[in-house]
């Protein structure tokens, strides 16, 4: 598991709940130390609910071992990348995974929005790349967007979705296409509620409760931009914007402007909403 951020420490949890040896992968040792201490406090959580024992619990904490260096995958069966949603940083890393990994093993992105098809270009093993993408909060989420690549091997296809739902989880195939399905209709609508709140339409809580009382959300759309992080959400967003060349996925104004006061949602303890405490 490569990146330990708001998906790398769900990714990693489910995972290792299922019985897998993890590696968790993250350039920056805090974000290790982060995700490590959110998944006890999910399992925690589970236990609590009664989904699992203290036992099962301890067991696939003790599964996951964390390191900076991506030679923690050179024994690998399958890696999934969920570093941060930038072209640059995916292509390097795909490459390097691809010199790092075994040359059996599958390298599955969880991007939301990038190219598959680009990032199996950058690695020697373009069958073996496909795009499987988690929904956040992973242990909570049933889908799993499934993308197939242009070069993407039938076998790598069926191994994905057989893990997939190895894990619990309901895959969905798509094609490599801009924010595949789910942040190709997602992201407009976050947008939107956005300039609802710049224009001075309403307040986000106003927003999110039109949302959420009148079309049946559990999450109205500005809480679910925090929860989603407000950098990911613009990132998107710009490549929805580029790759379709349509300028009704233009970011809103607002949206850069809180991520350029680093107000990501919660990740960072302020976004539409405050989570400081
Ligand atoms: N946040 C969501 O709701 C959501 C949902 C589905 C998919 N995704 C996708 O998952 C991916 C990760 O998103 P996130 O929300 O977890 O982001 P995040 O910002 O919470 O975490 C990204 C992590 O990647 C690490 N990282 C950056 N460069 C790296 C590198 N070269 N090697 C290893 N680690 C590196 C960062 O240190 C950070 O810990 C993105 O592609 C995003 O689009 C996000």
Not at 117 to 126: E, F, N, V
């Amino acid at each position: 598991m490569v990146g330990a951020g708001t998906m790398g420490n769900g990714i990693a949890h489910v995972f290792a709940q299922a019985g897998w040896d993890t590696a968790l992968v993250d350039v920056a040792p805090d974000a290790l130390s982060r995700a490590l201490k959110t998944i006890q406090a999910n399992i925690e959580r589970l236990v609590k609910k009664g989904a699992g024992s203290k036992e099962q619990g301890a067991e696939t904490l003790g599964r996951i071992r964390t390191s900076t260096s991506l030679d923690a995958v050179k024994d690998a069966a399958f890696v999934v990348e969920a570093a941060s949603e930038d072209a640059q940083i995916k292509l390097t890393l795909f490459r390097e995974l691809d010199r790092a990994a075994p040359p059996g093993a599958i390298l599955a992105s969880n991007t939301s929005s990038i190219s598959i098809t680009a990032l199996a270009a950058a690695t020697k093993r373009p069958a073996q790349v496909i795009g499987m993408h988690f929904m956040n909060p992973v242990p909570v989420m049933q889908l799993v967007e499934v993308i197939r690549g242009v070069e993407t091997a039938e076998e790598t296809t069926r191994r994905t979705v057989e893990i997939a739902k190895a894990l619990g989880k309901t895959p969905v195939e798509v094609s490599d296409s801009p924010g595949f399905v789910s942040n190709r209709v997602l992201m407009p609508m976050i947008n939107e509620a956005i300039f609802c709140v710049m224009d001075g339409v309403a307040t986000p809580e106003a927003v999110d409760t039109v949302m959420r009382l009148g079309m049946g959300h559990p999450l109205g759309p500005l809480a679910l931009a925090d929860l989603i992080g407000l950098d990911t959400c613009l990132a998107i967003l710009e490549v929805l914007h580029h790759d379709l060349g349509d300028d009704k996925y233009r970011p809103a104004p607002l949206l850069r402007k809180l991520v350029a006061a680093g107000r990501l949602g919660r990740k960072s303890g302020q976004g539409f909403y405050g989570y400081r405490d």
